[in-house]
């Protein structure tokens, strides 16, 4: 896919950098990256690629388990409705 490929490094090194994570809340995670937003308690939303894309994910801290929601630029972010499951 070539859709947002410019962001690719980006995002390679942060998934490789919350594979190696072991947060267990919030506030773990935030102290490796201050710039993050967290939506709410489990949903998170990351500056990528000098701030041009927004990566959503959820966040299990129990289980550490990642799970990406979406990527896409400021522009897209805005539409987006992430909800809380």
């Given at each position: 896919m070539t859709?947002?490929a410019?962001?690719?490094?980006?995002?390679?090194?942060?998934?490789a950098?919350?594979?190696a994570?072991?947060?267990?809340n919030?506030?773990?995670m935030?102290?490796?990256y201050?710039?993050?937003?967290?939506i709410?308690k489990?949903?998170?939303v990351?500056?990528?690629?000098?701030?041009?894309?927004?990566l959503a994910?959820?966040?299990?801290?129990?289980n550490a388990?990642?799970?990406?929601?979406k990527?896409?630029?400021?522009?897209?972010?805005?539409?987006w409705?992430?909800?809380?499951e």
């Amino acid at each position: 896919m070539t859709m947002h490929a410019d962001a690719r490094p980006a995002l390679r090194t942060l998934l490789a950098r919350t594979a190696a994570a072991h947060w267990r809340n919030p506030q773990e995670m935030l102290a490796w990256y201050p710039r993050a937003s967290v939506i709410r308690k489990r949903l998170v939303v990351f500056d990528i690629k000098g701030n041009d894309y927004r990566l959503a994910v959820r966040i299990d801290f129990d289980n550490a388990i990642v799970r990406v929601l979406k990527i896409g630029t400021h522009a897209e972010y805005d539409k987006w409705s992430l909800q809380e499951e």
